[in-house]
């Protein structure tokens, strides 16, 4: 009750502080987990034989939630996608016609441009990402032996700490905030070749130990969750290398499929999902925090040779369910991830969604959360839609994105709408060496008819083909999408 002898006018204030207080209060924690290279068969819940991988943790976030069976990524390798995830923008929009971030290139993401992290620091979260970064620091070449300024810490994160590219990166170092961790000094020093035979950076620090990089990642993660202020809620984009090549399960996992390393991975990416939903729980903060989990792209798939791949392949495992090609591909195994979400008392749970989404569109979801829309007029999120209503279990009479570009890393554009997906099948003009030649050229399919694009249907159709060329156009030079 408010008390007698305040003024009308405190007094509206003070109901107006209170709604706002309540508003806060009532905006839910978020933690986006993002797998690296985790195609769309892979989990229990998606397909995959329990004879052959087990996901329990996982497939915990599809009984207590949601499972679309149409998400995707807006590219088929890591860095575009975290790109337009963090930002709800095109990454083909950049500089980056084609291709991924360097260990040593400078941030991509500019920092006036707002992203998920700035948008919820902006109204009261406490943010961090923590894992896979892959999106540069400085802004020219990185110095790792100085701080690493502008990075996550100037796009709206709190807090950083990460691997900096990838699992078995050229850095060979952790990255905590601006510096690598344990740094004892600037000189090189000679410390051996990476997973991929490439010279490390010779970076005068504690290497990491790639069969420890998962546990280290999850505790850091999970310290920073039991750090959190009660009045704050948070929002923790984690990112684990799994199951991203080297394949290098720790001794918990090592074995424990019936896949080889390559299951043994997925089973490591597990037990960290596991450790992050124990920690929620035990910090009695499940019921108020919304999660998301899904992939960067599809995995990589080999059928032949002694990889660890083609060993998981020949036992069975069908990394990208039944959709044709792979990460690197312009096809649907490139870009169809699995898409996890849960919310108690908001997304149905053990519910399913056929609703055509993709990652780009976390910015535009993540922003209806919390009330605060992005407008049409501004440079912000120009590819993002609101997905929010499908994750709610709504059912919209309408698609909640009219249609939907997907790009892979030889420049070459694909864009859906409705069931058709047309190919353009052009390189980037810049690209000396193109890649994955045997994937150029127009193509046309329907995804309804023919989901495993067999059926190149593109002289049956001109007119459906000339419309998709145009929209594509459209999008590219009209700088945004939605």
Not at 6 to 27: M, V
Not at 44 to 52: M, T, V
Request: net charge negative; glycine share 8%.
């Amino acid at each position: 009750m408010m008390p007698r002898n305040i003024s009308p006018l405190l007094g509206i204030l003070l109901l107006l502080s209170l709604a706002q207080t309540s508003s806060a209060a009532e905006r839910p924690n978020i933690v986006i987990i993002l797998a690296d290279d985790l195609g769309y068969g892979s989990l229990n819940s998606y397909g995959a034989d329990e004879g052959l991988v087990r996901t329990p943790n996982i497939d915990r976030l599809a009984n207590e939630g949601r499972r679309f069976t149409d998400a995707n990524t807006p590219s088929s390798v890591c860095s575009p996608t975290r790109y337009g995830l963090l930002t709800g923008r095109y990454d083909w929009r950049t500089d980056q016609k084609h291709g991924v971030i360097n260990t040593v290139d400078p941030l991509h993401i500019e920092t006036t441009r707002p992203t998920i992290a700035s948008v919820l620091k902006s109204v009261g979260y406490r943010t961090a990402a923590i894992g896979k970064w892959h999106l540069g620091y400085g802004t020219t070449r990185a110095d790792f032996t100085k701080p690493l300024t502008p990075g996550p810490l100037d796009i709206g994160f709190n807090y950083h700490f990460a691997v900096p590219q990838n699992h078995g990166d050229a850095s060979g170092v952790y990255v905590r905030n601006r510096e690598v961790v344990g740094l004892r000094s600037n000189q090189v020093v000679p410390v051996g070749k990476s997973p991929y035979g490439r010279d490390y950076l010779g970076i005068d620090a504690p290497q990491r130990v790639d069969e420890n990089v998962m546990d280290t990642l999850t505790t850091d993660a999970i310290g920073w969750l039991e750090e959190q202020p009660d009045e704050a809620p948070f929002f923790l984009y984690f990112a684990p290398v799994a199951i991203h090549f080297p394949y290098t399960p720790s001794d918990r996992t090592k074995g424990t499929s019936g896949t080889g390393l390559y299951g043994d991975w997925i089973h490591e990416l597990d037990v960290s999902v596991g450790r992050i939903l124990d920690t929620l729980d035990r910090l009695q903060v499940t019921d108020e925090t919304l999660i998301i989990f899904t992939s960067d792209n599809g995995g990589v798939l080999t059928t032949e040779g002694i990889r660890p791949e083609a060993e998981a392949y020949r036992a069975g495992l069908r990394c990208n369910g039944d959709w044709r090609g792979r990460k690197h591909s312009i096809y649907q195994g490139g870009f169809r991830v699995p898409f996890l979400v849960r919310w108690p008392g908001h997304v149905p749970s053990e519910s399913v969604c056929d609703e055509t989404i993709n990652l780009v569109d976390m910015f535009a979801t993540v922003a209806a959360v919390i009330d605060h829309p992005t407008g049409s007029d501004k440079e912000v999120a120009e590819d993002s839609a609101n997905v929010l209503p499908a994750m709610l279990g709504a059912s919209p009479k309408k698609p909640l994105r009219s249609s939907m570009i997907v790009h892979s890393p030889n420049g070459n554009y694909a864009i859906r709408r409705g069931p058709w997906k047309y190919i353009e099948g052009k390189p980037s003009p810049n690209l000396k060496k193109v890649p994955r030649r045997d994937e150029l050229g127009a193509q046309l399919y329907n995804l309804q008819d023919d989901p495993s694009e067999q059926h190149n249907i593109l002289m049956e159709h001109p007119e459906i083909t000339k419309s998709l060329a145009a929209l594509l156009d459209k999008h590219r030079t009209s700088g945004r999408s939605n």
